[in-house]
């Protein structure tokens, strides 16, 4: 049975936008630095108008890329007829005080993942992928064709089609996601010779010429920092007014930590009882008679809290 928001009779999905490029290494910065440049935001048509590919450096549809991505990862915000950077935005991309703005940490690529594959709204594919497909295992159909019959199921019973994605749009949209996380050269139907910027995390591997594997586990590149972070976003959205969640709800559930970075249980837990210490006392863990749980204190810690400890001198060094 379908859980989550993807479980939301009314609920949108999307299969398109990113003209079937995954993100690469310098768009977000790209789509940061113009819109920054202009005071109170930068006009829609920066990334329609046809002085957009001399200003971005890319061809048209990768213009068009390069907004989606910027979006998804949450770099720039739609407001009203402009677009405007956003605090993560800042954080990772200010020219003054950016942590990261060539993405050169393996914190930043933590962060863009859970930013895309934990969101479903305008990446739909990776939501799906990684927190509802049940086998290790995969191949390009055994995506395609689940998401083909979830968009069927959505539209039963509605006079009309409330997600319109025929079966080419799903079938590029999951080549799209292939190639996010498989390097290049061992990609089929991959003509891309540009690594795409979540290769490194290692999520998917090829084991054929056309079947797939989530590589689940451990995940010691994954800073405390990025981990808290999506902790705390995932609480906000699957249960604000609870003061505790269960370790299983933390492992198992649609838009998870563990499900989006493919985290076991004894590794998420592993993690989460030294959550005291890593979360500086916002979060605690509590094992009593079998019934494991972390607990937020009272004043709730914002997921923009966290981040800056996942940027500390270790990471760096770990991306030189």
């Given at each position: 049975?379908?859980?989550?928001?993807?479980?939301?009779?009314?609920?949108?999905?999307?299969?398109?936008?990113?003209?079937?490029?995954?993100?690469?290494?310098?768009?977000?910065?790209?789509?940061?630095?113009?819109?920054?440049?202009?005071?109170?935001?930068?006009?829609?048509?920066?990334?329609?108008?046809?002085?957009?590919?001399?200003?971005?450096?890319?061809?048209?549809?990768?213009?068009?890329?390069?907004?989606?991505?910027?979006?998804?990862?949450?770099?720039?915000?739609?407001?009203?007829?402009?677009?405007?950077?956003?605090?993560?935005?800042?954080?990772?991309?200010?020219?003054?005080?950016?942590?990261?703005?060539?993405?050169?940490?393996?914190?930043?690529?933590?962060?863009?993942?859970?930013?895309?594959?934990?969101?479903?709204?305008?990446?739909?594919?990776?939501?799906?992928?990684?927190?509802?497909?049940?086998?290790?295992?995969?191949?390009?159909?055994?995506?395609?064709?689940?998401?083909?019959?979830?968009?069927?199921?959505?539209?039963?019973?509605?006079?009309?089609?409330?997600?319109?994605?025929?079966?080419?749009?799903?079938?590029?949209?999951?080549?799209?996601?292939?190639?996010?996380?498989?390097?290049?050269?061992?990609?089929?139907?991959?003509?891309?010779?540009?690594?795409?910027?979540?290769?490194?995390?290692?999520?998917?591997?090829?084991?054929?010429?056309?079947?797939?594997?989530?590589?689940?586990?451990?995940?010691?590149?994954?800073?405390?920092?990025?981990?808290?972070?999506?902790?705390?976003?995932?609480w906000e959205r699957y249960a604000p007014n609870q003061n505790t969640l269960s370790v299983e709800a933390l492992t198992?559930?649609?838009?998870?930590?563990?499900?989006?970075?493919?985290?076991?249980?004894?590794?998420?837990?592993?993690?989460?009882?030294?959550i005291e210490q890593s979360s500086d006392g916002a979060y605690l863990w509590t094992d009593t008679a079998g019934v494991?749980?972390?607990?937020?204190?009272?004043?709730?810690?914002?997921?923009?809290?966290?981040?800056?400890?996942?940027?500390?001198?270790?990471?760096?060094?770990?991306?030189?």
């Open positions: 049975m379908m859980r989550g928001p993807l479980a939301n009779p009314d609920f949108r999905a999307q299969f398109s936008g990113h003209e079937t490029f995954p993100l690469r290494h310098l768009w977000l910065k790209k789509a940061y630095d113009e819109v920054a440049l202009q005071a109170g935001g930068a006009p829609k048509s920066l990334f329609s108008n046809p002085e957009a590919i001399v200003t971005f450096g890319v061809g048209k549809n990768m213009v068009s890329s390069i907004r989606h991505w910027a979006l998804t990862c949450r770099v720039l915000v739609e407001d009203g007829d402009c677009y405007k950077a956003t605090n993560l935005g800042d954080f990772l991309f200010s020219n003054e005080q950016g942590v990261d703005p060539f993405l050169e940490a393996p914190a930043t690529l933590w962060l863009l993942h859970w930013l895309i594959a934990g969101s479903p709204e305008r990446s739909t594919t990776w939501f799906y992928a990684f927190n509802h497909l049940t086998n290790q295992t995969f191949d390009h159909q055994a995506i395609a064709g689940a998401i083909g019959d979830y968009c069927d199921q959505q539209n039963a019973g509605h006079k009309r089609k409330v997600i319109r994605a025929s079966k080419v749009t799903i079938k590029r949209d999951v080549e799209c996601f292939l190639r996010s996380y498989v390097p290049a050269q061992q990609v089929k139907f991959s003509d891309d010779t540009f690594e795409p910027a979540l290769v490194p995390l290692g999520l998917i591997r090829p084991i054929s010429s056309k079947a797939f594997e989530f590589r689940k586990g451990a995940k010691p590149t994954l800073p405390d920092g990025i981990l808290l972070f999506a902790l705390t976003e995932f198992y559930e649609p838009g998870s930590p563990g499900r989006v970075f493919k985290l076991d249980e004894a590794s998420l837990v592993a993690r989460l009882a030294q494991r749980n972390v607990a937020r204190r009272s004043s709730k810690a914002g997921p923009m809290e966290f981040l800056a400890s996942a940027y500390d001198s270790a990471d760096r060094r770990n991306a030189a």
